[in-house]
């Protein structure tokens, strides 16, 4: 066993890249009587203004009849309102709009983890422009443009269990209340991953493979 440690190594190695996988994967589409009890949980525990809530949830069912299991990326075009709007239904929330939308993301984001989601880019808009057209939330034609998000679910599953989750549910106001938001969900049909790291990580894999050939060329 000269190359024991290196064989459990691999065995580690192979096992983590296995469970990252797992984590990534897309699931299979929703049925309609899954779409049927998301909506009306949504319906039910949803706490947020009444006009935007009737188009959300009508939006949401659409999408979710149409899933294809396939794994989505969601744009998120955001802008502060200038003062925090009150929630109906919700105690008073104070603060900057700003500090009350770092409470939502910072309550967010272990549950789009434990969902396998995660925010590729974040960051505030360099100037102000209009986002377009609107596919779940949102006005056309907003030109409050701020600060932009796009998180990858596995699958559109994930995107309803997280508005299921009651845990999230306590922090989604806190996003209604800081922040005019469209969201925007895309197939990803291209998808590139930051070019420094991808050509760091074929670097790194050819010297590692080169120095293992030449060794063992040596040892032959």
């Known amino acids: 066993m000269k190359h024991r440690f290196e064989l459990i190594l691999a065995l580690v190695f192979a096992a983590l890249?296995?469970?990252?996988?797992?984590?990534?994967?897309?699931?299979?589409?929703?049925?309609?009587?899954e779409v049927d009890q998301y909506i009306a949980g949504f319906d039910a525990n949803w706490k947020m203004p009444a006009d935007e809530k009737v188009q959300f949830v009508a939006n949401m069912r659409a999408w979710g009849e149409s899933d294809d299991g396939k794994p989505v990326y969601m744009i998120n075009l955001?802008?502060?309102?200038?003062?925090?709007?009150?929630?109906?239904?919700?105690?008073?929330?104070t603060g900057?709009?700003?500090?009350?939308?770092?409470?939502?993301?910072?309550?967010?984001?272990?549950?789009?983890?434990?969902?396998?989601a995660y925010p590729m880019v974040a960051g505030e808009a360099s100037g102000v422009q209009s986002p377009g057209s609107v596919e779940l939330l949102g006005e056309a034609g907003n030109d409050n443009l701020q600060r932009i998000l796009v998180v990858r679910y596995p699958n559109r599953?994930?995107?309803?269990?997280?508005?299921?989750?009651?845990?999230?549910?306590?922090?989604?106001?806190?996003?209604?209340?800081?922040?005019?938001?469209?969201?925007?969900?895309?197939?990803?049909t291209v998808v590139v991953p930051?070019?420094?790291?991808?050509?760091?990580?074929?670097?790194?894999?050819?010297?590692?493979?080169?120095?293992?050939?030449?060794?063992?060329?040596r040892r032959a």
């Open 17 to 33: 890249f296995a469970g990252f996988c797992l984590w990534l994967k897309p699931g299979s589409a929703l049925t309609q009587s």
């Open 78 to 93: 955001m802008g502060y309102y200038d003062q925090v709007q009150q929630i109906p239904g919700v105690p008073p929330i």
């Open 96 to 116: 900057t709009t700003a500090q009350v939308n770092d409470i939502y993301e910072d309550g967010a984001i272990p549950r789009l983890l434990a969902l396998g």
């Open 157 to 188: 599953r994930a995107f309803f269990e997280l508005f299921s989750d009651p845990d999230y549910l306590e922090v989604m106001p806190y996003k209604f209340a800081s922040m005019n938001t469209t969201l925007v969900p895309t197939d990803g």
């Open 194 to 217: 930051e070019l420094r790291f991808a050509l760091g990580s074929v670097l790194l894999s050819s010297f590692l493979l080169i120095g293992w050939v030449r060794s063992a060329r």
